[in-house]
Each structure stands twice: as structure tokens, then as C-alpha cells.
């Protein structure tokens, strides 16, 4: 989905003239979830300029800049990392790994525990594998994951086909913003001809 992301980006960034970083947009609480996905997120109206080093951060979308402790290497510790995403909190082994921050480059973000890169996203209902889904599942579901077709409302909500907690078949991806895809998809991404729907009102056939 990395390039209807950055597709919707661009549109955002020529509709809004991309509004400056003052901290990220709190995602908004579920009465359906165990507690809200975020309450803090990185907060800066600047970027910090940082130093790159040697040490190693293993999360491509986290590939940039990093500051904070090292081992072996690699992040490990307390740290900041600035890619196309920020995470700011607790690294183990190049990953986010402990308590932090992950702010996505659309600005909605997720505070809390995270496994070997993994945000342990809150979530009721059968399994979701993608965390920006994470949150509540209504639909069919087999060996306790997604499968068949069914709804998911998260960060970024999905209606269509899933095969073991992924997006696989029809389906809608509807973004926190409102921007909407409808169309295929296959192992979590979109496949084939699809259509881009933005909160303005206007469409775009796109091919994936």
C-alpha cells in the first residue's frame, strides 16, 4: 500500500501546503477498546537536525536519522529515529522494542508497548495483522484470525475480504482524513486497478 500512501500524501501536500509538524494528530478513542491507542506524540515544530550514526536501526520507515543509546551497532536503549516515520521510546536490537512513540508521516501516531518492532495495538474481535487496523473486528473469522469478509476500525478502517487476518480480495481502505481506495487487494496491498476517492470530492483511477 506504500504507493497510494505516498500518492495521498502528495495530494495532501498540494491541498494543504503539508502544515507544519507541532505534534501529531491524538487518534481518536473506541469505546470498543480495552483503553485509546494514543494519548502523547512527538511533539516538535521543528525536526531536530540529527547526527547520523553508525548505529543501526532496522525498521526501513525509521531509516535517517538516529540519536540515542547503541549496542552492538545497533539502536539499542533509549533513542529518537527520524525516516518516513518518527519513533521516538525504548529499542532492543535495531528495533522499537519496549514503551514509545510511533508517529506515521500522516501524523496519526501510536503510544504505548511495542515487540520486536510490533505496537501492541489494543484490539477486540478476530486478529488483524496490519497495526493501523488494529482495534475492532466485526465479520467471519477462522482459527481466530480475520478471514472472509468483514469490517475493521482502527487507525485507518477496512471493509472487504481478508485470508488470515489480511487484506486479500475486495475491500475499502477508508484513512483517518476521509481519502478512500476501492479495489483489490493481495497479501495486504492493493492489486490491480483501483480508485482513489479524496475528501474534496474528486477520483483517481490508479494501477498498483
Given at each position: 500500500?506504500?504507493?497510494?500512501?505516498?500518492?495521498?500524501?502528495?495530494?495532501?501536500?498540494?491541498?494543504?501546503?503539508?502544515?507544519?509538524?507541532?505534534?501529531?494528530?491524538?487518534?481518536?478513542?473506541?469505546?470498543?477498546?480495552p483503553?485509546?491507542?494514543?494519548?502523547?506524540?512527538?511533539?516538535?515544530?521543528?525536526?531536530?537536525?540529527?547526527?547520523?550514526?553508525?548505529?543501526?536501526?532496522?525498521?526501513?520507515?525509521?531509516?535517517?536519522?538516529?540519536?540515542?543509546?547503541?549496542?552492538?551497532?545497533?539502536?539499542?536503549?533509549?533513542?529518537?529515529?527520524?525516516?518516513?516515520?518518527?519513533?521516538e521510546?525504548?529499542?532492543?536490537?535495531?528495533?522499537?522494542?519496549?514503551?514509545?512513540?510511533?508517529?506515521?508521516?500522516?501524523?496519526?501516531c501510536f503510544?504505548?508497548?511495542?515487540?520486536?518492532?510490533?505496537?501492541?495495538?489494543?484490539?477486540?474481535?478476530?486478529?488483524?495483522?496490519?497495526?493501523?487496523?488494529?482495534?475492532?473486528?466485526?465479520?467471519?473469522?477462522?482459527?481466530?484470525?480475520?478471514?472472509?469478509?468483514?469490517?475493521?476500525?482502527?487507525?485507518?478502517?477496512?471493509?472487504?475480504?481478508?485470508?488470515?487476518?489480511?487484506?486479500?480480495?475486495?475491500?475499502?481502505?477508508?484513512?483517518?482524513?476521509?481519502?478512500?481506495?476501492?479495489?483489490?487487494?493481495?497479501?495486504?496491498?492493493?492489486?490491480?486497478?483501483?480508485?482513489?476517492?479524496?475528501?474534496?470530492?474528486?477520483?483517481?483511477?490508479?494501477?498498483?
Amino acid at each position: 500500500m506504500s504507493s497510494l500512501i505516498h500518492r495521498k500524501l502528495f495530494y495532501l501536500l498540494g491541498t494543504m501546503a503539508f502544515l507544519a509538524m507541532t505534534g501529531c494528530k491524538p487518534t481518536q478513542e473506541s469505546t470498543t477498546l480495552p483503553t485509546p491507542l494514543a494519548k502523547a506524540c512527538f511533539q516538535s515544530k521543528n525536526l531536530p537536525m540529527l547526527p547520523k550514526q553508525a548505529c543501526g536501526v532496522s525498521y526501513p520507515k525509521l531509516l535517517g536519522h538516529y540519536d540515542g543509546g547503541c549496542q552492538s551497532g545497533k539502536a539499542h536503549g533509549r533513542g529518537l529515529a527520524i525516516g518516513k516515520d518518527i519513533y521516538e521510546g525504548d529499542f532492543a536490537n535495531g528495533l522499537p522494542h519496549g514503551q514509545g512513540t510511533y508517529t506515521w508521516a500522516d501524523k496519526q501516531c501510536f503510544t504505548g508497548q511495542f515487540i520486536k518492532g510490533v505496537a501492541q495495538v489494543p484490539h477486540v474481535g478476530c486478529d488483524i495483522a496490519d497495526v493501523r487496523l488494529r482495534g475492532s473486528y466485526s465479520g467471519e473469522c477462522r482459527n481466530g484470525k480475520a478471514y472472509g469478509r468483514g469490517k475493521t476500525v482502527g487507525i485507518d478502517t477496512y471493509e472487504g475480504d481478508f485470508i488470515d487476518g489480511v487484506l486479500n480480495g475486495q475491500g475499502t481502505y477508508v484513512w483517518s482524513d476521509g481519502t478512500r481506495y476501492l479495489g483489490r487487494f493481495k497479501d495486504g496491498e492493493p492489486s490491480g486497478r483501483g480508485t482513489m476517492m479524496y475528501v474534496d470530492g474528486t477520483k483517481e483511477n490508479v494501477e498498483n
